[in-house]
């Protein structure tokens, strides 16, 4: 069975940092495209960034270009998205994806979340 | 990295059959074959239905079907049941290598 499973959310003040993990079992990691999406509360869902499956590319939205980082340790079965001069608009439920197949095809599993709250 | 267009809501009665659309550019949805549909009910992670614009993920009801024409997407839920009552988002891989949501539509079950 297929689980991700997302940690390292938390309260941080505007300006600070937080690393978030995400912890994958069930299937071979290092053979997946892997994504952070993000939900503000009462809002909808907006991608965050992707890696391949080496870590060779990364993509990222806009709005965190420069500030975000995503990573990945195959050797661990990890994903990992560092969050650095966080600002309030940043709070939001952070769900950890895989997509369906070896291309990007559709996430397929979604982890359960974990919430980062950016206040003062 | 403008999100798709979706109506904000759409509603339909036990048995009917409702269409939801998914606008984008020629830049994303219109462009390729990788657009998805999500369902979300309250408090739940989001659940793939569809992916590669028609096919349906595993375990997925056949009375939800989607289809793609020019730069607009749709999915149609056939024989609406109450637990159709959900959020609904499309997304699209873009030409810039990133992916894009809809921004929801609130499915009610009159």
């Known amino acids: 069975e297929v689980q991700l499973v997302e940690s390292g959310g938390g309260l941080v003040q505007p300006g600070g940092s937080l690393r978030l993990s995400c912890v994958a079992s069930g299937f071979t990691f290092s053979s997946y495209w892997m994504n952070w999406v993000r939900q503000a509360p009462g809002k909808g869902l907006e991608w965050v960034a992707n890696?391949?499956?080496?870590?060779?590319?990364?993509y990222y939205v806009d709005s965190v270009k420069g500030r975000f980082t995503i990573s990945r340790d195959n050797a661990k079965n990890s994903l990992y998205l560092q969050m650095n001069n966080l600002r309030a608009e940043d709070t939001a439920v952070y769900y950890c994806t895989r997509e369906m197949y070896y291309y990007i095809s559709g996430m397929g599993y979604w982890g359960q979340g974990t919430l980062v709250t950016v206040s003062s | 990295q403008s999100a798709l267009t979706q109506p904000a809501s759409v509603s339909g009665s036990p048995g009917q059959s409702i269409t939801i659309s998914c606008t984008g550019t020629?830049?994303?949805?219109?462009?390729?074959?990788?657009v998805s549909w999500f369902q979300q009910h309250p408090g739940k992670a989001p659940k793939l239905i569809i992916y590669?614009?028609?096919n349906r993920s595993s375990g997925v009801s056949n009375r939800f079907s989607a289809s793609k024409s020019g730069n607009t997407a749709s999915l149609t839920i056939s024989g609406l049941q109450a637990e159709d009552e959900a959020d609904y988002y499309c997304s699209s891989y873009t030409s810039s290598s990133t992916l894009v949501f809809g921004g929801g539509t609130k499915v009610t079950v009159l």
């Open positions: 590669d614009v028609t």
């Open positions: 020629n830049s994303d949805a219109g462009g390729y074959k990788y």
């Open positions: 890696i391949q499956q080496d870590g060779s590319e990364k």
